[in-house]
């Protein structure tokens, strides 16, 4: 069978743990968010969200970077460039299938307004963007990442 004679994944153990650390980050950080610190439930008022606005600001970008690299992790047999672009549209793909679950909440579950959907996909543009150039600096090492314009 196709699973038996092919490997799933086409990454490196340090990839591996780096995707497990952020992923995990990512879940707690949004957990402690949504719980008031662990102090009641899920879906019990207050949580962080609703008393520091920018909580945002670090959600996304972690979660974004969680699913990128894990999209990253999957052994799709092309070249860099392409990988790189369908994890990069796929993050986005997922960040504007959050915001039509927020438009779809209750009214006054989320906070809605233009300005905050517009940082939430900058903020999901720049997670999975750092995803991947973490991702080309581990797979072809640091020598290797061409700086043709901007080197230091």
Do not use: C
């Not at 699913?67 to 392409?82: E, G, S, V």
């Amino acid at each position: 069978m196709w699973f038996e004679t092919r490997s799933w994944l086409e990454t490196t153990r340090k990839w591996v743990y780096f995707t497990s650390i952020i992923s995990f980050f990512a879940v707690l950080v949004h957990s402690a968010g949504q719980t008031g610190g662990f102090q009641h439930g899920y879906w019990e008022e207050p949580n962080l969200y609703d008393t520091w606005l920018r909580f945002d600001e670090i959600t996304h970008p972690l979660s974004s970077m969680a699913i990128t690299a894990i999209i990253l992790n999957l052994n799709l047999p092309m070249i860099y460039r392409k990988k790189w672009i369908i994890a990069l549209s796929l993050g986005m793909f997922l960040a504007v299938l959050w915001e039509i679950m927020e438009a779809l909440a209750p009214a006054g579950f989320f906070r809605i307004t233009p300005v905050d959907t517009l940082l939430d996909f900058h903020q999901d543009f720049y997670g999975s963007a750092l995803a991947v150039l973490l991702y080309t600096i581990n797979m072809r090492g640091i020598e290797r990442v061409e700086l043709t314009k901007f080197q230091l």
